[in-house]
RNA sequence: GCGGCUGUAGCUCAGCUGGUAGAGCUCUCGGUUGUGGUCCGAGUGGUCGCGGGUUCAAACCCCGUCAGUCGCCCCA
């Protein structure tokens, strides 16, 4: 062995911005709370699916030029010059698009309305912040059917994510639940042409205010005062069922969110609320939309929880007319953002109950013996690795926050013991009907 | 992609108008024989983001570059 002193070179290790990871202690809580998403998500009758991480680019790209920059694609390091181009591959950025893709191509082997829900990590090369990454977790829950969608299941996915988010103790959420139609419907009637242009402004009324809101559409879309009014008006309106409708599109809207609104009454009263700026940009939306606020962290205002009703998202992949609507629960965000202000709780950094001494080599078998009896009797149990100062053994188990050290007899015809951490007490103890009190 | 701010130990930071680096926390070991969190002691750990320039001398000044961060666009 020399004693060079030539160090070995280290590369630094370093985060790469948008890519969160997290130590044991909060993994351990992540992954709680995906079990809880889960389960609420199943106990209203929605399957799980996968789909891969890349579609084509092409299934892809079909949303917009906008989205464009945001897609990543995948490329070998050295691609042969006579690689085909056309069937590139990327990562998809949302789970809508897959989920759409996936029900055209298995049409004839689902059963519809098809119900489902979807866990996975999603990618966009967007410049990261506090709650945007580029990748992260997004859990998806949409229903759709063939011809025609009736209108509870709006409801529906809004209770079941309400439940979900309330089920994780994160505060108080809120859903804040409109209908594009009510809004399009004046546009149309006060002959807006540029109902894109005027919808993504509206939905920056909360953050930015009315009056700059109006400016914007005086000054940039030339809209004529009196009609910048008239939609102001119509969008802060909370009391939907006094809306006077002007077309046969409006009133649809009003008839759908208010029944909507109806079918929720059983949350709690924060928990929904009617909010007509709420339009989700210029996406596929046609009705019902969806957006959620943390009440306990009013610093943070955008939403941890989107969605909204499509007429028929698949169309670019079977000939037939898929209307559904489905949520999506910011995962990561939620987590990187209550992670951010202190509300979520470390969790054990360790998943063992026990920690069995190990008193010295000669009784590794004894104490492997006694691990054995413990796991299979449905306990967690670590085997200390070595046989070192048994101070050592305690201080590990209380770094990875294991409750118990079992301590197995140091000479034949002893006793074994467990000390409980939590309470300081140590008490002898039989490996088969030993219980956590 | 565009604009503001910031880059010193694993983390949080100090380092005065240029004189070749410090603290706290973490981590490791020790404070004797079979018992943890506290306390005490010691130790490990830094190409001062990177490259160039000015200077006798640069963590500090200048230029560039990269990265991070906040805001915008957009969105979960």
Not at 368 to 385: C, I, P, Q, W
């Amino acid at each position: 062995m020399s004693k060079d002193k030539q160090k070995k070179k280290i590369y630094k290790p370093k985060p790469i911005s948008g890519f969160p990871e997290w130590l044991p202690e909060y993994r351990v809580v992540e992954q709680q709370w995906m079990d809880k998403i889960r389960a609420v998500f199943e106990s209203y009758g929605y399957c799980s699916i996968e789909t891969p991480s890349v579609e084509e680019l092409e299934v892809i790209a079909a949303k917009g030029e906008d989205v464009d920059k945001e897609i990543y694609v995948l490329e070998r390091l050295q691609a042969d010059s006579n690689d085909k181009k056309d069937a590139r591959l990327a990562l998809h950025f949302d789970q809508t698009v897959p989920f759409a893709r996936y029900v055209g191509q298995h049409f004839n082997e689902l059963t519809f309305p098809f119900k489902r829900y979807q866990m996975q990590r999603v990618w966009r090369g967007e410049r990261p912040q506090l709650g945007r990454a580029r990748e992260f977790y997004q859990c998806d829950i949409d229903v759709i059917n063939v011809d025609s969608l009736p209108i509870h299941f709006d409801a529906e996915v809004a209770a079941i994510c309400y439940e979900a988010m309330d089920a994780m103790d994160i505060g108080r959420v809120q859903l804040r639940i409109s209908n594009r139609k009510i809004l399009m419907g004046l546009l149309a009637h006060i002959e807006i042409e540029d109902s894109v242009g005027v919808t993504r402004i509206i939905d920056k009324i909360e953050k930015i205010g009315s009056e700059e809101v109006a400016r914007i559409l005086k000054d940039d879309l030339n809209i004529p005062s009196d009609q910048i009014q008239e939609v102001l008006t119509l969008v802060q309106t909370k009391d939907i069922p006094s809306i006077k409708a002007l077309n046969d599109e409006m009133q649809e809207g009003i008839d759908e969110l208010s029944f909507v609104l109806n079918n929720l009454k059983h949350l709690p009263d924060h928990a929904i609320v009617a909010d007509l700026s709420i339009v989700r940009g210029l996406d596929y939306y046609t009705g019902t939309v969806y957006e959620t606020r943390l009440l306990d962290i009013p610093e943070f205002t955008s939403s941890v929880c989107s969605g909204g009703r499509y007429d028929d998202l698949a169309s670019n992949y079977i000939n037939k007319k898929l209307p559904g609507v489905g949520i999506s629960i910011g995962f990561t965000r939620l987590f990187e953002v209550l992670h951010h202000y202190n509300h979520i709780k470390a969790g054990k950094k360790s998943p063992a109950d026990i920690l069995m001494v190990l008193p010295s080599e000669k009784q590794r078998a004894l104490a492997s013996d006694t691990a054995r009896t413990l796991r299979n009797r449905g306990f967690k149990v670590e085997m200390y690795h070595a046989p070192q100062k048994i101070g050592k053994q305690f201080s590990y188990a209380e770094k990875k926050n294991i409750q118990y050290v079992w301590i197995p007899p140091f000479e034949e015809g002893n006793a074994h013991e467990v000390k409980n951490l939590d309470s300081k007490t140590q008490t002898e103890a039989d490996p088969n009907d030993w219980t956590i009190s």
